[in-house]
């Protein structure tokens, strides 16, 4: 069984960075695709950020956020930059065959981990 477990949110002022990681197990990590998601307070989830061959990002984060990962560390990286408040909310890692910016091909989800930008 799959688990993929995120962590690295906090408490940021509007412009600073973040770094965020989602490490998995249970999943061959090599071959699966691995994407963000975020829900901020009365919201739906939407997709941020994926990566399978190649990278993928929502308009709003184009230009501030990099997805990475490292395959040795079975790990996905959200390297997020010039932080906006409407940022704030709670950012979930998921694994799945496949990748895109819809949540519904992913087959392992975590918990998720909160940021907060703070103007």
């Known amino acids: 069984q799959g688990q993929v477990t995120e962590s690295g949110g906090g408490v940021v002022q509007t412009g600073g960075s973040l770094r965020l990681s989602c490490t998995a197990s249970?999943?061959?990590?090599?071959?699966?695709?691995m994407g963000w998601f975020r829900q901020a307070p009365g919201k739906e989830r939407e997709g941020v950020a994926y990566?399978?061959?190649?990278?993928y990002y929502a308009d709003s984060v184009k230009g501030r956020f990099t997805i990475s990962r490292d395959n040795a560390k079975n790990t996905l990286y959200l390297q997020m930059n010039s932080l906006k408040a409407e940022d704030t909310g709670m950012y979930y890692c998921?694994?799945?065959?496949?990748?895109?910016?819809?949540?519904?091909?992913?087959?392992?989800w975590g918990r998720g981990t909160e940021v907060t930008v703070s103007s």
């Open positions: 990566m399978c061959n190649n990278e």
């Open positions: 998921a694994a799945g065959r496949y990748g895109s910016l819809g949540s519904s091909v992913y087959d392992y």
């Open positions: 249970g999943v061959d990590f090599d071959d699966v695709a």
